[in-house]
């Protein structure tokens, strides 16, 4: 396949050019492309370059540096266009090289710099590219695009495409897509506020504010300013998460109002002194908890009007160490997009990988095709409340929170998270009794009576166990504050293994910078027999095929086929066979060392005729200390993504957590356990 370049120019000032560019280039590494990024010509006179910084960190594309803006300023004045455009060039031949598409992001229409269209034109003419043009809503915007569109036409170049993005609801999509006529719209991309918040940390940069409590300043973000000019009572209302409160020290109404809302764990963004005022000491000693805590207080000169003003004009681009933001903005467009429009320009490979942005993105899609009902035993959670809202509200799957409703709507508001109406809360005091009978019974072998049924199905993940034991619910995901044993034992006792199925194991998804690999078992067995190491690796492969992942399955040792010897080596030497005898069609191998199953210069010298060798997508490792140790290091020292632990082997989907998972990690978790719930109910 040839490579295809896609060039990125704005239509008029402010239209979010990087944001779009590199959502643009999220969503084709989600259909499993490889994509280059560029951004060649830097415009930031500071020398901070965003775009190849968020490419590298949030894409895992090896951008270049782009040229020094002081070389290319003068190469400008000195009329030496042609050198520049060779530079240009060979910048983005750099990029490009071994991808299947390359995205370039054009210069913006920055004040001072009329030189920015020709040389986009310039750009665009000297590299053969798709051009596609940003914009956003505004008084004849699209007109304006359009003729844009037609002029690159008239000068030879080809126009893909245009995005309009930071469109608010009430946008006509139909009317834009009539007036661009035969231009494709690529994309219509909402106008979120939420995607806009700076953090604390951006505002005290920005007012160069002196910060007298750290708090969690690179974490709380701003959605809101409350300005202390009435009484603390007209202020209660406002003090909600995200809200910054501006106030001269004072003011120890409003003080103390902000201190009583983040002590009852209300997460404000901050508080800000003005006129270069203190807290006084005794409302410092009066609330301790909320003055020296998570909540960021600055303080900086001028009055509150002043500060106020230059509040009003904090830039609106993402901060350059901001990955979050971006991050959460790149997810956003690249949802927002026809990608039907983007992949009439743009042609799949005649084979594609499954990288880790395809992979998380067939994850949700199938989860979203899967349409199952998960039960989150640790309801009021805070981190398992934001995961159960994000899956509500984007479809992932139908979340069943247990616990007390009062206490679950707590933690959202004080998170400022908003529970979608359909999101489902059970509490348990009212539906415990229902599952004594049925409990007694599946556990009458042990002699299990009512009372010690009741008083089992206190704890939240007995309890959600025996609604997914009774097909209330479709899969079940703890351990946010459980153990693994908390939440395995339940499941061993009232779900048991799967038909044919002698072991419960797990696999982590490594998402390696180019591909995705399962590591197996990781996470519950301490030193398997062969014929159980046998099973993991079947299991294993199961999982891997299940989500898309190609199964070469390399049973790992520390030697590489006969070249040691010892009672480990032997273990999965017969591992292997057993495997190969259950499953003669799968691709198998072992035992391998690690760098003889991953790197194909050793695989050539110490397993020549090994067909899993140098190219293993499934690494099945002899024991629970060995595993562990490898995928902990792994994603530590490479700065991997794991997702998981996945359980495998059990009739039903359960799917522990770890104690430290991220929102993220919980959101991803509760996608797997739909997808196995298709899996396991047809069987496979």
């Known amino acids: 396949m040839t490579m295809q370049t896609l060039f990125f120019v704005p239509t008029r000032q402010n239209v979010g050019l990087t944001s779009v560019a590199l959502g643009v280039v999220t969503a084709l590494q989600r259909q499993g492309l490889r994509v280059g990024f560029v951004k060649p010509v830097p415009q930031d006179l500071s020398h901070i370059e965003r775009s190849a910084h968020f490419a590298r960190v949030l894409c895992s594309i090896d951008s270049p540096n782009p040229l020094d803006i002081d070389n290319v300023l003068a190469r400008i004045s000195a009329n030496q266009n042609d050198e520049l455009l060779e530079d240009v060039v060979r910048l983005c031949m750099e990029a490009a090289e071994g991808m299947d598409v390359l995205v370039i992001e054009g210069l913006h229409n920055e004040p001072g710099q009329s030189f920015a269209t020709r040389l986009n034109s310039d750009i665009a003419r000297s590299l053969q590219a798709e051009m596609i043009l940003v ?139 003005t006129h270069n005022s203190f807290i006084s000491e005794k409302l410092i000693e009066f609330a301790p908890r909320a003055f020296k805590s998570d909540l960021p207080i600055l303080r900086t000169k001028g009055d509150t009007f002043t500060v106020a003003a230059q509040l009003s004009r904090l830039p609106t681009a993402v901060a350059a160490d901001d990955d979050a933001r971006m991050g959460t903005v790149l997810d956003s467009v690249a949802e927002q997009l026809s990608i039907d429009s983007v992949m009439t320009t743009v042609k799949l490979p005649a084979t594609t990988r499954m990288s880790p942005p395809a992979f998380r993105f067939q994850l949700i899609q199938k989860a979203r095709a899967a349409n199952k009902r998960i039960v989150l035993p640790e309801g009021d959670e805070p981190r398992t409340v934001k995961a159960a809202a994000i899956c509500e509200e984007k479809g992932i799957a139908r979340c069943v929170l247990l616990g007390k409703r009062d206490a679950i709507e707590a933690v959202a508001k004080a998170q400022g998270v908003i529970l979608p109406p359909t999101l489902e809360i059970v509490d348990p005091d009212e539906v415990r009794e229902q599952y004594v009978d049925p409990m007694c019974e599946m556990r009458k072998s042990k002699g299990l009576t009512q009372t010690e049924a009741r008083d089992q199905l206190q704890d939240t993940v007995v309890l959600g166990t025996m609604m997914l034991a009774l097909d209330h619910v479709d899969g079940l995901v703890s351990g946010a504050v459980h153990t693994t044993a908390n939440t395995v034992r339940p499941a061993l006792q009232l779900i048991k293994t799967a038909p044919g199925q002698s072991i419960v194991s797990s696999v982590f998804f490594m998402l390696m910078p180019d591909q995705v690999l399962v590591y197996g078992d990781c996470a519950i067995n301490p030193n398997p027999t062969a014929a159980e190491l046998a099973d993991i690796a079947l299991q294993s492969a199961d999982s891997a095929k299940a989500f898309g992942v190609d199964p070469k399955i390399a049973m790992i040792s520390y030697s590489t086929g006969s070249s040691g010897a010892g009672a480990d080596v032997e273990k999965v030497t017969e591992a292997t066979r057993i495997a190969k005898e259950k499953a003669p069609e799968l691709a198998l191998d072992g035992p391998l060392q690690y760098d003889a199953a991953s790197v194909m210069d050793v695989a050539r010298s110490k397993a020549p005729n090994s067909k899993v060798a140098g190219q293993a997508t499934v690494f099945v490792f002899p024991d629970l200390n060995t595993g562990n140790t490898t995928y902990k290091a792994v994603q530590r020292s490479a700065n991997v993504v794991s997702v998981g632990p996945m359980l495998q082997g059990l009739r039903k989907p359960v799917n522990d957590l770890s104690r430290g998972a991220l929102v993220d990690d919980i959101v991803f978790t509760i996608a797997l356990t739909a997808i196995q719930a298709v899996s396991m109910k047809a069987g496979k």
């Open 135 to 273: 914009t956003k809503p505004a008084e004849g915007s699209i007109a304006e695009a359009k003729l844009q569109a037609n002029q690159l036409k008239a000068d030879g170049r080809s126009v893909a495409g245009v995005i309009i993005n930071k469109a608010q609801d009430n946008f006509d999509k139909e009317a834009a897509i009539k007036e661009l006529g035969d231009i494709p719209l690529w994309g219509l991309i909402k106008f979120d506020p939420a995607l806009q918040a700076p953090r604390t940390l951006d505002i005290a940069r920005h007012l160069k504010a002196d910060i007298v409590v750290e708090g969690d300043i690179a974490n709380r973000r701003v959605l809101d300013t409350v300005i202390a000019a009435r009484s603390a009572n007209e202020m209660v209302d406002n003090l909600k998460p995200g809200a910054l409160v501006v106030t001269a020290g004072d003011r120890d109404d409003a003080i103390l109002a902000t201190a009583l809302a983040a002590s009852n764990g209300v997460q404000l963004a901050g508080l800000l002194l």
